[in-house]
């Protein structure tokens, strides 16, 4: 089996071999599916009180790898994109290799400007991900205090990747090639875990193709070197990052078959994944500000998710848009329209979607770059969210059902499980004494509701000056507390949250939303 892999790097295949490159690449698939596996493995034993927020972070992230992993052998019949080297290593191997059980002085060193080149995200991080594996097991069976180094370098239009173990080394008469140009190492193992280890080396060459590898090894160390084309396609960053994501989520959204009814915790799993789209989505948007007016693109997109118009009608609007690349056009329309649809199916199938609140507002936690607004209806726990630099709060009440006086305003940012990043809280306006105690019950309510979600008795509460304070007396927006303690707090305590407005305030300040 092993040698018919090698001859599938060496030929391009026909009708007649599709089904065999397809079992052997669903082979390749199962191995690092397995090395996977065992690193979230690694990261569940690691858990602490200390580190959680950035373990969870990197599971969350693995999880999303291993499932586009499993799809993809599909790859091969798309279109490449961009890949930016710097921030798969960042992203990927660095946190996996922190996480190996096998302790690694790990030496980092990206000298480049531009890290971009032409390839699939996914192939590429299995690759290199294959590559530090074998190191590690290389220094694992030596036995002696680990060192790795990786570095990116620019050489004319090139970018080489070096990555560099003290590990055992590879023996020498395995580093011949043979007559095709492979290592003889390719497809073997020395291991004696699990048969089918050498498909590892099957996939990095079939990854980078024999011509772009390099290999120098001996009983002190193994060195890689990959080398790949410069692209000058593009050097928006951040146009490639959005351009790599956007390649993760067309994988992401096959997860579920939408057909048949979702076990709770993969109700779960399908919010968290549904909210990572809708976070890609205020990013997106963000990109048409050049030309468009930004709030006006998330208003009709909102009232579209919210069941405001059609297909037909999104999709001339969407195109109709000013942007400096037309394929955001065509990312928006499409992602647009699966949230909509991803988010009816939610509602449509979960018995009771209020059980869910917990999931749909923690999952706003992974926008960690983001500022996020909520609106909120105290009574019951509903709200709707997005990325402020997107919406008011006010774009909200129409679709909770409710005038803004019973509603309230919010804001958070990053994870909502760190009790020092406090949630803020506020109302629009107050009109008399007893409006502005009837808003502080209020907002007990709401936050009561919010710890039912899950949220700790120890996150910290802020509150947002008033909007349109038309009383002499306001909320105090210098105050600070914890959920819990205000929830326990009576009716006459709640009082000693308030201060006098300030007179500019009470005659004639409106504060914008």
Same mark, same amino acid.
């Given at each position: 089996?092993?040698? &018919? ?25 199962? %191995?690092? &599916? ?86 699939? %995200? ?24 680990? !060192? ?23 023996? @020498? ?82 997860? !579920? ?59 001339? !609007?969407?195109?109709?848009?000013? @942007? ?8 928006? +329309? ?10 009816? +199916? ?46 008011? %709060? ?43 105690? @009837? ?32 009383? @002499? ?41």
């Amino acid at each position: 089996m092993i040698l &018919a892999q090698k001859e599938q790097l060496l030929k391009k295949p026909g009708e007649d071999d599709l089904l065999i490159q397809e079992t052997a690449e669903i082979g390749k698939t199962r %191995h690092d &599916a397995r090395k996977l596996i065992r690193l979230l493995s690694h990261m569940v034993d690691s858990l602490s009180a200390e580190n959680c927020d950035k373990i969870v972070e990197d599971i969350n992230r693995e999880t999303t790898t291993l499932i586009n992993m499993v799809n993809y052998f599909r790859d091969s019949r798309k279109i490449m994109h961009e890949v930016n080297l710097r921030d798969l290593i960042l992203d990927r191997i660095v946190p996996f290799v922190q996480a190996s059980p096998i302790k690694c002085c790990l030496q980092v060193k990206l000298n480049t400007k531009n890290a971009t080149v032409l390839g699939y %995200h996914e192939n590429i991080g299995r690759a290199i991900i294959n590559i530090v594996s074998n190191s590690i097991d290389a220094i694992e069976e030596k036995g002696i205090k680990g !060192f790795l180094k990786i570095s990116l370098a620019e050489r004319n239009e090139e970018i080489i990747l070096s990555i560099r173990d003290n590990g055992i080394g590879i023996d @020498s008469n395995l580093l011949k090639k043979d007559d095709a140009g492979l290592p003889l190492f390719v497809g073997k193992t020395t291991k004696s875990r699990l048969a089918g280890e050498g498909l590892g080396t099957v996939q990095i060459y079939s990854a980078f193709g024999a011509e772009n590898i390099s290999i120098q090894s001996s009983p002190t160390g193994t060195g890689w070197k990959i080398r790949f084309q410069q692209s000058h396609v593009q050097t928006d960053q951040r146009f490639v990052k959005m351009n790599r994501r956007f390649n993760e989520f067309k994988d992401l959204w096959e997860k !579920f078959n939408l057909a048949q009814p979702l076990k709770r915790t993969e109700n779960i799993t399908y919010i968290w994944q549904l909210r990572k789209m809708e976070i890609f989505m205020f990013d997106l948007i963000l990109m048409f500000s050049n030309y468009n007016n930004i709030r006006s693109i998330y208003r009709t997109i909102l009232g579209y998710i919210e069941n405001e118009g059609g297909n037909r009608k999104l999709k001339e !609007f969407v195109y109709s848009l000013r @942007s400096e690349r037309d394929v955001l056009k065509e990312w928006l +329309y499409e992602i647009v329209k699966d949230i909509k649809k991803r988010k009816n +199916y939610l509602m449509d199938t979960v018995g009771d979607i209020d059980t869910y609140k917990g999931a749909r507002l923690k999952s706003y936690g992974q926008a960690i770059e983001n500022v996020i607004i909520f609106t909120m209806d105290p009574e019951t726990g509903d709200f709707l969210a997005s990325d402020r630099k997107l919406a008011e %709060h006010l774009d909200f009440a129409q679709y909770l059902g409710k005038p803004r006086n019973e509603l309230l305003r919010g804001e958070f940012t990053g994870d909502i499980n760190n009790d020092k990043k406090p949630i803020a809280l506020g109302v629009w306006n107050i009109e008399s004494e007893e409006d502005l105690k @009837s808003k502080l019950i209020m907002m007990r309510q709401a936050a009561d509701k919010i710890l039912e979600m899950g949220i700790h008795k120890d996150k910290c509460l802020a509150f947002y000056q008033t909007t349109y304070p038309n009383h @002499s007396r306001d909320i105090d927006s210098d105050r600070s507390t914890t959920f819990g303690k205000f929830t326990a707090m009576n009716d006459d305590e709640l009082m000693g949250f308030t201060r006098d407005a300030d007179d500019n305030e009470f005659d004639f300040l409106m504060q914008v939303d």
